[in-house]
């Protein structure tokens, strides 16, 4: 269960990390990501939608923003030591429309990957508003569950491929349940801080927040400066955070809540059945 914590004494684990945009993981799991691969771990990344609406320039056309964020998964995956990212390319802001086909790509990267674990968003967290959030933790989970079954895209199987089922589901950022993963970063916070920062495009439109006043079309040399040091200050002072909130015994960390797979559900029953009359969740496993 907690293998890629420790040395890597069984075989390497393939994590397949399934986002809504490209830059989706670098603030929740870039940290993990890096740790894994470190480890001698096989990490990839799947973004789901070209992310072509993020942007608030007016002078940019959709294809240039997508094309700059395909870009900067790029860079980001190559500075954490992961694959180059499988760019499924639906549309922005619009994933709920195509389900469907999101989730029969899901299932046929996930075996043809042999994925043992998914990372993706909580499709069950309350106040998250972005559909493309919610559509792509809906999805990856349900691929996750159903890429056992041979019955299902049976033309996966006729192209050479073979079922798969993934041990576990790992959802990340705003989570719906108490983290039962807790994460120690520290080793690898700057990568996570060096790997966001290739998202350029997404942390000019923070610029305002870290630099008051600020251009985010012109902003002079210092200005740049500033705002990667907020950028800086804002994931360490988060993975602090996270490390604090439990217990303090990691200096700075990520927090997930994982959840095995069985075939068609998760197999959680008999700890959702304690936890509904009454008992604790479980504790966290530190990693
Ligand atoms: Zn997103």
Known sequence: MDQPAGSLATAPLT???????????EFHAAGSLAKWAAQGHHVHAICATDGALGSKRRDASPGEVAAARARELTSALAVIGAAPPILLGFPDGFLID?????????????????????????????????PDHLTVGRMASEAAVFSCFPLLHPEHLDAGLDPVQ???VWYMGPLEHKPNRVIDIAGTLSTKIAATLCHESQIEMLADWFVKGADPRALTAEQTRQLRSGAE??????????????????EIAECFYALPVGPGHFDNYQQMAMEQMGAPPEEPQFG
């Open 98 to 130: 195509h389900r469907k086909e999101l989730r029969e790509r899901l299932i046929h990267h996930l075996r043809r990957l042999r994925a043992d674990r998914v990372l993706t968003f909580d499709p069950h967290k309350r106040y998250e508003i972005h």
């Open 166 to 168: 993934p041990e576990e």
């Open 233 to 250: 200050t804002f994931l360490e002072g988060m993975g602090r955070g996270m490390a604090m909130a439990h217990g303090g015994k990691v």
């Open 15 to 25: 994590i397949v990390a399934v986002y809504a945009h490209p830059d989706d993981g």
